[in-house]
């Protein structure tokens, strides 16, 4: 399956759901984990006032981020860090590009960072004739494959192992058929160990920040954040300014929640606390704006700058189990990804908010309690205000609301409802017109209409 | 206007009402047997936890290790203990790619993730925590005494950590792992394929 091109993400899932039996591995593999989340969040009493204690943190930095951004640079720089400021991708590119360039850097080595994906740095540094090699085992299978990550937190979360032997077969010449995830994993490791030793400079980016030290920790599993900047002289840091916190102290809010959130593990197995470059070596943090500083200023989307990219609201999206990763056409997918998109880019963005049921699972599992679903709800309003939305979607809208108006006009529609949908031969029913029964059967029209029900039952009563 | 500017000025500009930072200090989890439920979670994610009396202790539970009996290249950044490569006259890390096994100072546990605090203080490079195939991670109980050697939870860990130095600090718990690949879970991904806890009575 390569990128899908289109934005429309109802055309992106129905491409998805062609595949019916990979549909549902999808959304089972992604349950499972959600499962594990449950399991996790359980086993520690105070888990709701862990989402307190985080939401409370978050809400509080961003209310005070401009000063809270000046003491973390003052203090990073203190320690021997260089801070970069970049208002949008591009200047973050070109900054990265720059220091690179500057220790004629030819190859690299990248720990996921969702923030150089949000950029396009990838091709824009190779552009710039560097290698680039992302190394989180996920993000490496993708990126051999030209794809884009379908998950922030399992960027390969889409494939099956069969898949990934094809591709390692034909791009590191693994044995053909052998699906065995040890072995693959062992060949992984093997072809990333001679990037690691090879780069001239490592890319990661950023879970937190701390304003207080000037420091900040990166969340790994496999140890390629660590290997990747502790074997070159030249570490850039990425991040979104939206990562800070004010205090050291409060990671033991964060970290407790994150790992248990996005893959039901107690903690990542690394979380490295920088603070200064390696002896000898160079330290670069660029803060990136890129369209973050506007959500401030709403009271509706403000609490989405609370997201620490646990994953957790699209473990559990019925919509997003079974539409896949890449039918959100975004970096950011699922629900969370449905605010931040269409809030930088309305445009091509738009059908998103409405990949949503609004069953609010979203919000019940964010470990920094995101009201995800009404978020969702209000840029509805939005999309329809802007005059964004299809005739498909209005029109039968001013239809119901005139209906709606007019009780006498209602029961009559309803009883003519019924009639068709006993009498009228199947394809009068079931056709381009009704979107509804494309993947579904109609209800079935009831003997009697709840409103005569209902008239029988008082007369009964009364009648006593 | 600089950038830096233009963003702080963007970042003032917009109108957020203030809040208050939540306390910290609340009734996070105790554990009955602290020591026991660390053993617990390590075995979970993949590592081992065994208490040893001394170094001499510590010299026999890893001659019952096959991967440090059969490492060629050893590091140990532990007194009284020899290893066959001296992390201090290496100066270059790269030529740390081969070491096999490393074994290394970690300051204290934590109960509720099984994740121990190792710090660059005593590591030239602190690669060496990161690429040997094998690792495992010493820590000297206060007065013989493994309790106070393991905290309960994450809140009490960060009380007893310091930011003064330029220090390199990892929580790190268990093996290198992934699940990348249709949710196997696989043992070993970049780092260490094995991780031993060794409580020095």
Known sequence: ?464 | MSSKDQILKSVRNQLVPSADLPSLDQDWIQYDDAVAHFGDVLQAVGGTAIAVEGIDGLTEELAKIPAYTAAKKTVSCIDGLVGTVDLDRVEDPHELEDIDYAVLPGEFAVAENAAVWVTDTKLRHRVIAFIPQHICLVIHCPDGNVEKAVVHNMAEAYQRLTWSRNEFGCFISGPSKTADIEQSLVIGAHGARSLHVFFVI
């Open chain 1, 1 to 464: 399956m390569s990128a899908i091109k289109s934005y429309d993400h109802p055309t992106n899932a129905d491409q998805f759901n062609k595949d019916q039996a990979r549909t549902h591995w999808h959304d089972s593999s992604l349950w499972f984990i959600r499962e594990k989340r449950d399991r996790m969040s359980k086993s520690l009493p105070e888990w709701e006032t862990l989402r307190t204690c985080a939401s409370q943190i978050k809400a509080h930095t961003v209310s005070k981020l401009a000063d809270y951004l000046e003491e973390f640079e003052k203090n990073a720089t203190a320690r021997g860090a260089t801070v970069h400021w970049a208002k949008d991708a591009e200047e973050h590119n070109r900054i990265v590009l720059e220091i690179l360039q500057k220790h004629q850097t030819k190859r690299i080595v990248k720990s996921k960072s969702m923030l150089t994906e949000e950029c396009h740095l990838n091709p824009w540094l190779e552009k710039h004739g560097i290698e680039v090699v992302d190394t989180d085992l996920g993000e490496r299978i993708v990126q051999l494959r030209n794809e884009p990550p379908s998950h922030i937190v399992m960027p390969a979360i889409h494939l099956k192992k069969e898949d990934v032997s094809n591709t390692f077969h034909e791009h590191l010449q693994t044995e053909q058929g052998n699906y065995d995830p040890n072995y693959l994993t062992e060949s992984a490791r093997q072809h990333l160990r001679q990037k690691f030793c090879q780069a001239d400079a490592g890319i990661t980016g950023v879970n937190f920040a701390i304003a207080e030290t000037g420091g900040f920790v990166v969340c790994t599993n496999e140890g390629n954040a660590d290997l990747g900047v502790s074997l070159p002289k030249v570490h850039i840091a990425c991040m979104g300014i939206e990562k800070l916190i004010p205090k050291v102290d409060h990671l033991s809010i964060f970290l407790r929640l994150l790992a248990r959130s996005a893959t039901g593990q107690p903690i990542t197995t690394y979380s490295s606390h920088f603070h200064g470059p390696i002896e000898g070596g160079e330290l670069h943090i660029v803060l990136v704006d890129n369209g973050r500083s506007k959500l401030m200023n709403s009271d509706d989307y403000r609490n989405s700058l609370k997201c620490i990219r646990c994953g957790a609201c699209m473990n559990t999206c019925p919509v997003y189990r079974r539409s896949g990763g890449h039918s959100y056409a975004a970096t950011v997918p699922g629900p969370i990804g449905s605010i931040l998109n269409p809030l930088r880019d309305a445009k091509h963005h738009k059908t998103l908010p409405f990949a949503c049921t609004l069953c609010g699972s979203c919000s019940d599992v964010c470990p920094v309690k995101i009201n995800l679903h009404e978020q969702l709800l209000t840029l509805r309003t939005e999309v329809k205000n802007q005059k964004q939305l299809p005739i498909s979607k209005t029109l039968p809208m001013q239809i119901a609301s005139f209906v709606f108006q007019r009780p006498k006009l209602f029961a009559w529609l309803g009883g003519v409802g019924k009639f068709f949908l006993r009498t009228m031969p199947r394809f009068l029913i079931y056709n381009a017109m009704n979107p509804w029964g494309r993947n579904r059967e109609m209800p079935e029209a009831p003997p009697e209409s709840f409103r005569k029900q209902y008239a029988q039952r008082v007369k009964k009563k009364s009648d006593k």
